[in-house]
């Protein structure tokens, strides 16, 4: 867990082509602005020009961060339209999730709460079944439990099913069928140095399958040190992690050997990710494997991540406001660190393999900050597409910074490689795919939505973007504070258009833009000789 010194930075003239400097910067600062037409997009109501991106890629050990600035975040509320009344959704319908009913069917048959998930997957992001059995991971919590307590119960959970079933001939709720938890009682317990925790849970990651099964399945392996009344005794502690398995997959279904052991792979070192003694409320989760096309061979891993500060001294700069030079509608420095934003100063983090066996791991800096923009960027992942590099993330409208807004939902940002000057997809504000939400309006809590808000805006979360553009999401609250229910099973997959520095929904995809319940398709299998062949 060594964390190399800082480096020069070094600009890859290898790639392609820089973008150019958009056209607002060079003949000036509109107070409005007009969207490309071909985008979509509406026109743009007042507020500042985002931040200009070159998109260029650096080496990935090499230190430049990219800025998700607030400059670029605010463009989501000159996307809203203030004149939707409520109920209704204010923003772009290119970038919103289609609307999901309440009478969703539950792909667990009752027995558990489901969450975050994600597939066996390869290096470049492809999608397995073993030997013609499709299988997922999911966070899980036994319904005993009320929905909003499962997140310090996680554990992980498998699902299989059949491959190679068009989704409108399944089952309606997937056709999938719940194996059990990956872990016994105490594995993921065992790497923790003190052992007096409270409880202990296990948190998101990614699984990589490799010939005959073998699955390296990479999560956040988490510590709770709690008293009788439910308050912290010392920061709760997550570790990024790793276990080793194999699924064994027949056409009466699938189990799963080993994962019998857990390896310590990164804790946050203060320098780069913020720890439990700089912030007791820091986020450090949700490890996501692959190789970089640019670097053949080496293995690298996104993460959620905080910037390093002390949380009573953080602060933002000019930089991390990213306002163009006389922009009437910037925030000074001094506004904005008093404002309370510098609590909510997100990024994702960057680290690379130094052994074959993905035991052994190096910090590299960050490769995004969202300082002062929002407190997490949760579920980071890499799609590769025409040659760029689609940085994929998550995060809540409440985890905004103060004066920022915009929908839950996934946010994408393109470069020429995986450290790049990241552009935000969409008008430079970032979002790519967001639930259906009312911007004049507050939102509640999932368990409380406001009455005004779009009966959508707490529909779906932790969205996985799979090959081609398909996503994936859990249900968690569908309706407004006089008619909602809960969720805890997979959404409806959907599918958004990605093409150059935007996204758009794709409609015709499925019923009116929705896909099947719970849809996760592999593209390629693996038989029980270690063959490995595309699904057609």
């Known amino acids: 867990m060594n964390t190399p010194p800082k480096r020069v930075r070094r600009l890859l003239t290898g790639g392609l082509a820089a973008v150019a400097v958009t056209a607002s910067a060079l003949v000036g600062l509109p107070t409005a602005a007009v969207a490309d037409p071909t985008s979509g997009l509406p026109e743009l109501q007042d507020g500042p020009q985002p931040t200009t991106h070159t998109q260029e890629a650096y080496a990935p050990e090499d230190d430049f961060t990219a800025k998700w600035t607030r400059a670029d975040a605010r463009q989501l509320k000159r996307l809203s339209d203030p004149a939707t009344p409520s109920r209704e959704n204010s923003m772009p319908s290119s970038l919103t999730m289609p609307e999901v009913p309440q009478d969703f069917p539950d792909m667990s048959n009752e027995q558990v709460w489901v969450w975050d998930t994600w597939p066996l997957t390869d290096e470049h992001g492809n999608q397995y079944s073993i030997n013609g059995q499709e ?33 409108d001939e399944r089952p309606e709720n997937g056709g999938w069928t719940y194996g059990g938890l990956v872990f016994d009682e105490g594995v993921t317990g065992e790497i923790f140095e003190d052992k007096s925790f409270s409880h202990q849970t296990q948190w998101s990651g990614s699984a990589r399958v490799f010939k005959g099964g073998e699955v390296k399945l990479f999560f956040t392996d988490v510590a709770f040190y709690r008293d009788e009344q439910g ?72 993460f959620e991540g905080n910037t390093a500060m002390p949380r009573e001294e ?144 707490f529909q779906a979360y932790s969205h996985y973007v799979m090959p081609g553009g ?31 520095d935007s996204t758009s929904v794709d409609y015709s995809y499925g019923g009116d833009g929705l896909g099947g319940w719970a849809d996760v398709p592999a593209n390629i299998n693996i038989n029980n000789g270690g063959q490995v062949k595309p699904l057609r």
């Open 135 to 167: 299988v997922i991971f999911s966070l899980v919590a036994d319904r005993s439990l009320g929905f909003d307590e499962r997140h310090v119960y996680a554990k992980i959970g498998y699902f299989f099913r059949p491959a190679g079933v068009p989704a």
């Open 231 to 302: 308050k912290d005794r010392k920061p709760y502690d997550p570790r990024l992690a790793l276990s080793v398995g194999k699924v064994h997959a027949t056409g009466k279904g699938v189990k799963l050997t080993g994962f019998d052991s857990v390896h310590d792979l990164l804790q946050a070192d203060g320098e780069y990710y913020q720890t439990g003694e700089q912030n007791p409320f820091f986020n450090f989760r949700d490890p996501f494997t692959f190789e970089d096309p640019a670097n053949p061979g080496e293995t690298y891993m996104v």
């Open 314 to 457: 953080a602060y933002c700069t000019e930089e991390d406001l990213g306002y163009q030079p006389g922009d009437p509608f910037a925030e000074t420095v001094e506004e904005v660190n008093a404002s309370g934003a510098p609590y909510q100063i997100a990024n994702v983090g960057l680290a690379k393999a130094t052994n074959d066996d993905l035991t052994e791991w190096e910090f590299l800096p960050p490769i995004l900050s969202a300082n002062c923009v929002t407190d997490q960027t949760e579920r980071p992942q890499f799609i590769f597409k025409d040659g760029k590099a689609y940085l994929f993330t998550i995060t809540h409208r409440s985890t905004f910074a103060a004066g920022i807004d915009g929908p839950e939902g996934v946010y994408g940002f393109v470069g020429d490689g995986i450290r790049s000057d990241f552009q935000p997809l969409n008008a430079g504000s970032g979002l790519a795919l967001g639930n259906p939400t009312n911007l004049n309006y507050l939102q509640g809590q999932p368990f409380a939505p406001d009455y005004n808000q779009h009966p959508g805006a």
């Open 470 to 500: 398909l996503v994936q999401s859990f249900i968690d609250t569908i309706g407004t504070h006089d008619d909602f229910v809960r969720g805890g099973t997979l959404a409806p997959t959907v599918k958004v258009d990605i093409s150059g």
